[in-house]
């Protein structure tokens, strides 16, 4: 018995050209992988591999819940989605959907390496495949912490005050601080009820000072001609601004802070899986450090990339359904 | 054939011919000798030491929550304050300190003892005997199971000496969003066990894909292997659900996300809904696999083949289908829409079909069978007793007119004792009985074994029996004190838990005595066919010392009781 050491047929074309370390060969003694309780290393990949896929189910599940949270509260409030997702940057996200397509075909190509043994190519592969990740954080880190100055939290911790005060800081430093410290004070509850169909809404004070109320007609003008999209440019941008596409139109809905509770859990929970998987890569790396694959045993590179297709395709849905749900 | 001598490191194909163990004798030493330290069993992959540490665990989390149980009983012995005052002053702490106790009762029974303790404990231990292999698919996963496990269980002792749980073990929103006591910990517990689970679920699907013996089809495994792997579908597809869910109610305390909490614009009936729809494949978890017990039982005590076997198999598989579709029938009376409680009310009904089809095939496998009346098939016996009143009950339940009237009353109450414990433990206490040979190598005293069976059986019905007909009088469950004329029910039913609880005790204690001076056990005592039985008592640290063949497990023609090994041998080479 013991003979056949190749997990799939494929894999013994590319048996031949393999550099493949491990001492494990074509068809005689155990592959020093194999565990004892396993006949057969092709028993054993396929193992791995169903139990990979069951786990994937297990995490299509974990997600199901949050996806199920979205619906339900999509279903009884969908104005909530057309109001918030302005408050999400399209760019970012779509420079995010970007950099893990790319990112799972580098993965993609870590596997093929894998299973020809070329250790270089897949250290390579690996590397461009947890700098995407990386990457991903790196963007998912600069949206949250806007987030995070604006008090756009989740629940309870939401203050979107924190908006209306850190664009009327911007406002004020625009005008040169013509605004005195009364303006800035007016209680925002008052300004939500009082003009309840303005578009940006919180920029009307009931009793609007000339120079906030030329500005907000400005910003308005701005967005109506760009597009909303006029986000930072124009040199205006202190550090606290907020681009005028992130004040939506219409009133705030009663909810608010439940859209962020969405985003924040469901963008949470998936970048949780993002720095699993760039630990994955990190601890594949180390593996293929030593030579381990080759044409015989490849297991690892291939769960490994099982799991991030997984979280890229996460994200393919995150995308769409929180930035682009109008 | 002789037994040849196996070097256990080197594999060697099976011959594809049949062939039937001959009395197997022990070689080498056994899982249990081969070696002593603590490291040994701590960090052991072996899945028979995993399955006896899981057992141990289960079986300590057991007695825990049953000393709650007691508590409980004790104290509705009596309208009036009978032993909270011994806790609590005022009489809202007592009413507290009452809550706490039927939530750890509850919490501790449900995950930490019937979810792991037929898969984790006995399963561990029989499945890869059971399929002729040398371990499960992913040893040092289990292994990470097992630890999850006791994390899990760590969390809710912590729970038990901070002051309690009070919010019941379902965790209903928006009381859990409020609740003082320490919600997030269970919660964490919750999570983990739910992983630990998964993994256990998901280790033994793939063992049983990947892992069967030549020779064995799906429709020559033993039923308990298609009980366990209909569980451990459920498993793995129920138990993130419950993740998510225990996450977003954390979410909801600290954050105040608004899922589940109106206060903060979320829906409380959500909540219901995500917990139930892991939480009603939980009851089918916690029932299954003791069915699959139960199969194996009464085949092998009544010496006679399993009558039925494709159709006990697939109602296994209907069964963890159905589990997903019946989570409603826990919100009749929620304000659920009608047309979702009439769906889910016939949906329900469903369920009695496969439950009946396994009750009338095991009383079909014992007619004109040649029954030992052993303590494991007294379980087996008093498990087709108590789950046809389980299960009967349920279908009342199921009738949205009588659910209104019975939901949350002790009808309820009654019903999922019967099903999960009357049922789901006892089985799983007739299972362990079972394999308790194979697994110490000691013989129990089979005389206390019976009468012990037969206190648990009679405290069991005298709990609960009246725990029916009151909540059928209206008596609601969760409360500290009852209108007077509850009392004798009440009375009688306190009564019957001390009974019950006097079974059990026996039961421990002539299980430990049987590992100081039991008899050595014969490779197969009982007279079973499946693989388990063809290697010695306790097997060696690879199962078996020649890789078997599958046998038919349900074949008991060629096995004759040895008078004098008190071992049945094969007779025959068939």
Redo the contacts between chains.
């Keep these: 018995m013991s003979g056949d050491a190749h997990p799939n047929e494929s894999n013994q074309h590319a048996g031949h050209d393999g550099d493949h370390a491990g001492g494990h060969g074509d068809g005689h003694g155990h592959s020093p992988y194999q565990a004892h309780h396993f006949d057969t290393m092709k028993q054993q990949f396929e193992a791995g591999k169903l139990g990979m896929w069951l786990f994937l189910a297990t995490e299509v599940l974990l997600f199901g819940g949050l996806f199920c949270f979205y619906t339900v509260t999509k279903s009884n409030d969908p104005e909530l989605f057309k109001w918030g997702h302005h408050f999400l940057d399209k760019r970012w996200g779509a420079t995010n959907t970007m950099v893990l397509l790319f990112s799972s075909l580098t993965m993609a190509l870590a596997v093929r390496e894998a299973q020809l043994g070329r250790k270089n190519r897949i250290l390579f592969y690996l590397a461009v495949t947890f700098l995407c990740g990386a990457g991903f954080m790196g963007i998912k880190y600069i949206e949250y912490s806007k987030k995070f100055h604006e008090g756009l939290f989740p629940g309870a911790y939401f203050v979107y005050e924190n908006v209306i005060d850190s664009e009327e800081a911007r406002i004020h430093e625009q005008e040169e601080a013509q605004l005195a410290h009364a303006d800035l004070d007016l209680p925002v509850a008052s300004v939500v009820t009082e003009v309840p169909k303005a578009r940006g809404l919180v920029l009307q004070p009931a009793t609007p000072p000339t120079g906030l109320s030329s500005s907000a007609q400005e910003l308005e003008h701005g967005e109506e001609t760009a597009g909303g999209h006029e986000a930072d440019e124009g040199g205006h941008a202190p550090g606290l601004a907020i681009a005028p596409s992130h004040l939506p139109p219409g009133p705030r809905p009663a909810n608010a802070h439940v859209f962020f509770s969405i985003y924040f859990c469901l963008t949470g929970l998936h970048g949780i899986h993002v720095l699993i998987g760039m630990g994955v890569m990190v601890w594949l790396a180390a593996l293929a450090m030593q030579g381990r694959f080759g044409p015989g045993y490849f297991t690892p590179v291939d769960l490994g990339g099982l799991y991030w297709h997984l979280v890229d395709l996460i994200w393919i849905y995150l995308f769409p359904l929180l930035y682009l749900v109008e | 054939m002789s037994q040849p001598e196996m070097d256990a ?1 080197s ?3 099976a011959p594809t011919a049949p062939t039937v163990a001959v009395p197997v004798e022990a070689i080498g030493p056994s899982y249990l000798t081969i070696t002593k330290t603590f490291t040994s069993w701590a960090l052991t992959l072996d899945h028979k030491r995993i399955g006896v540490m899981y057992l141990i665990g289960v079986l300590i989390m057991f007695l825990i929550g049953g000393v709650f149980a007691l508590l409980v009983r004790t104290e509705l012995f009596s309208p009036l304050a009978l032993i909270t005052p011994l806790f609590a002053d005022t009489i809202e702490a007592q009413a507290d300190m009452y809550n706490k106790w039927f939530t750890t009762h509850g919490a501790i029974m449900v995950f930490l003892v019937i979810i792991p303790g037929v898969p984790a404990a006995l399963g561990n231990f029989v499945l890869p005997l059971l399929l002729g ?7 040092k ?1 289990n292994l990470g199971s097992f630890y999850l496990w006791v994390t899990g269980a760590g969390f809710f002792l912590y729970v038990l000496f901070t002051g309690g749980l009070d919010t019941g073990w379902t965790f209903y929103t928006p009381y859990s969003a409020e609740s003082g006591t320490a919600v997030i910990p269970a919660l964490m517990g919750v999570f983990i066990l739910g992983f630990s689970s ?1 993994f256990t679920g ?2 033994f ?3 049983i ?3 069967r013996p030549p020779g064995m089809t799906w429709f020559k495994m033993p039923l308990f292997l298609w009980a366990t792997y209909a569980t451990a579908v459920m498993q ?6 419950i ?3 225990v996450l ?1 109610l954390i ?2 305390r600290t ?5 589940f909490d109106p206060r ?4 409380p009936v ?1 909540f219901q809904h ?1 917990f139930w729809f892991y939480s009603h494949p939980a009851v089918y978890i916690m029932i299954v696999p003791p069915m699959g017990i139960v199969s194996e039982l009464i085949a092998v005590h009544s010496h006679k083949r399993i009558f039925g076997y494709t159709y006990i198999a697939f109602s296994s598989v209907a069964i963890a289908i159905f589990s997903f579709l019946v989570w409603g029938h826990h919100m009749f009376t929620s304000g659920q829409s009608t047309t979702m409680n009439i769906i889910f009310s016939g949906i329900t009904f469903s369920v009695g079909l496969p439950s009946a089809i396994k009750i009338f095939n095991w009383i079909a496998t014992m007619y004109k069978g040649a029954i030992s009346l052993n303590t494991a098939m007294l379980y087996g016996i008093s498990f087709i007793f108590l789950f046809t009143i389980g299960g009967l009950t349920g279908l009342f339940l199921a009738v949205l007119s009588i659910d209104t009237h019975l939901h949350d009353t002790y009808f309820v109450v009654a019903h999922f004792h019967y099903v999960m414990m009357g049922s789901g433990l006892i089985a799983f206490i007739g299972g362990l009985h079972h394999w308790w040979p194979k697994m110490t190598g000691k013989m129990f005293s089979e005389y206390w074994g019976r009468i012990a069976c037969g206190l648990v059986f009679v405290g069991f019905n005298l709990t609960f029996i009246p725990q029916f007909v009151m909540g059928s009088l209206g008596m609601p469950r969760r409360y500290y004190t009852y209108a007077d004329k509850f009392e004798g029910y009440h009375q009688l039913s306190t009564l019957g838990s001390y009974v019950m609880a006097a079974g059990f005790f026996l039961t421990a204690y002539y299980l430990i005595q049987s590992l100081v001076s039991g008899k050595k056990a014969p490779a197969n005592p009982w007279g079973g066919n499946s693989l388990e039985w063809h290697t010695t008592s306790p097997p060696p640290l ?1 199962n078996f010392y020649e890789v078997p063949d599958a046998t038919d497990p349900y074949d008991f023609e060629n096995l004759e009781y040895d008078p004098v090994t008190e071992n049945y041998e094969t007779t025959k080479v068939g």
């Design positions: 490191q594999d060697s194909q292999a040398k371990d499960v698919a992913f040893p996963l998964i998901l280790n699907i793939v063992t894909h990947k892992m793995v597809l129920a138990t993130p659900v993740g998510i869910t977003l979410l909801e954050l105040g996300i608004g899922i903060n614009g979320g829906d959500l995500f690879l």
